[in-house]
């Protein structure tokens, strides 16, 4: 059985709709971030659970381990909100000003309603390898680890990019085109073996590392997806795409509560 396949007898995509659901989401990031990177993380640390006010207008992802019940990564896609929630801007504009770059392709001259920014990704530490032959820290998504199940160890190399490809369809869900992302360049080529090709956009910069801000197009993002992985985009695309018909939330969907 292709490896593609065999990922969804060990995984299992769900959005983060509720609260219990969220909390899942921000434990597992501060056990990334904090507990294994060492980062200094918003939230409550004293909770162990890492989040922000950008949270409040994001629609989230998390991926189960069928076999455990485990959460062993996640991701969020950022929507600006309304000016008067103050949580109209993208945290790439605050954490990326100034090291922008290209001249169009930047929040600011893009219409406020199609802008996006994909953040927050992580996986936990026993489901991390080495993807290609690359170390990539960014967002937690690369330090190698052992993986709980044997099978599971060439599987669980697709996470990094599921949760992207995940994050491609969240973008089409809350009706958007253009996201950024602010990441570690050997993560964007990463992400490209797989067809998401992010464009930087941005310089170089301290940030958890040394990153950058990238620009993908939703609309071309599934047109260069490498031929081998639309079966599998689709079928994240139709879990993700049946959860958000279901939750009968579409006007909310991107201002969940905190938890």
């Not at 006010?53 to 455990?68: G, I, K, N, Q």
């Not at 489901?127 to 290609?132: D, Q, S, V, W």
């Not at 941005?202 to 197009?217: C, K, M, S, T, W």
């Amino acid at each position: 059985m292709p490896i593609h396949e065999r990922f969804w007898d060990h995984f299992e995509f769900v959005l983060a709709l509720t609260p219990a659901q969220k909390r899942e989401v921000y434990a597992l990031r501060y056990n990334v971030y904090t507990g294994e990177f060492g980062h200094q993380m918003p939230g409550a640390p004293a909770q162990a659970l890492e989040f922000d006010a950008f949270d409040a207008c994001a629609l989230h992802c998390l991926v189960r381990d069928r076999h455990t019940g485990e959460t062993v990564a996640c991701i969020r896609v950022v929507s600006p909100g309304s000016a008067e929630a103050g949580l109209a801007t993208l945290p790439v504009e605050t954490h990326a000003e100034g090291y922008f770059s290209h001249a169009d392709l930047i929040p600011t001259k893009l219409p406020r309603e199609t802008i996006c920014e994909v953040s927050r990704a992580a996986i936990l530490g026993r489901y991390r390898k080495r993807l290609g032959g690359e170390r990539v820290e960014a967002d937690g998504c690369g330090e190698p680890g052992a993986i709980p199940h044997a099978e599971a160890i060439r599987v669980a190399s697709l996470l990094g990019g599921a949760v992207y490809c995940a994050s491609t369809v969240m973008i089409e869900l809350v009706e958007r085109r253009h996201a950024f992302a602010l990441m570690e360049p050997r993560l964007a080529r990463l992400l490209g073996r797989f067809g998401l090709r992010f464009e930087r956009v941005g310089e170089l910069q301290p940030f958890n590392g040394v990153r950058a801000a990238y620009y993908i197009d939703q609309h071309r993002a599934r047109e260069t997806l490498k031929p081998s992985l639309q079966g599998f985009y689709q079928r994240i695309a139709d879990t993700l795409s049946a959860q958000f018909a279901a939750s009968n939330r579409h006007a909310t969907a991107t201002r969940p509560d905190f938890a």
